[in-house]
């Protein structure tokens, strides 16, 4: 007699399960799947943000180390500046040479705004002493005596250091019976010793042209 055939089997091995196995199944894939994520992709980026993050604390040191620099340099410019500045203030008061075109040049200047005659100048020999030198300069000058006394004050407010001596004053009297004074008066004005010389060692200076007697 023969056999009937076995009947086939229903659907696959998964068909069978029951639904909360499958679910079961699902979430198993699914968390395979986020590993293999985090594995190939997350902790890749994980390790470029790692050594982004040292570059910027690096970037972020070295620019702090330049703007140290940076400051520490305007400050050595400021600093620059201001001796530069307070060195040709100094100049002004005492000059590193005798400057006697520029030193008659501020004495004619006062003259002219306290309104003397200046008739004459003469530079004579400078004076050396231990750290600087005298510039003497012979003046004749005649005016009404508050104009002569404007004058003296006005020598006394120049930049340069200015002394006014050994004044000799003469009172005259013009054609139309106004009074004036005449004086012979010696103005020394003051340079610093250059570097190298000494009181000792340096040479006069021979009386220069240009003097009017």
Known sequence: MAQKPAPAQAGSSLDRLPPIAK??????????????????????????????AQRQTLLQAELTKAQASKEAYQKDLDEKTRREQLSREQKKILPDDSETPAFLSAIQGVATISGVNLTSWSPTEEIPQEFFAKVPMKLTLSGKFHQVAKFFYGVGQ????????????????????????????????FRAMRQGETAAGINPKRRPGGGHK
């Open 158 to 189: 120049l930049d340069r250091i200015i002394n006014v001596e050994n004044i000799q004053i003469k009172i005259t009297k013009t054609p139309k019976d106004e009074v004036e004074v005449d004086v012979d008066c010696l103005a020394t004005a």
């Open 23 to 52: 679910v079961g199944v699902g979430a198993l894939f699914a968390l395979l799947v986020g590993v293999l994520y985090f594995v190939g992709f997350y902790a890749d980026v994980a390790t470029e943000i790692e050594a982004a």
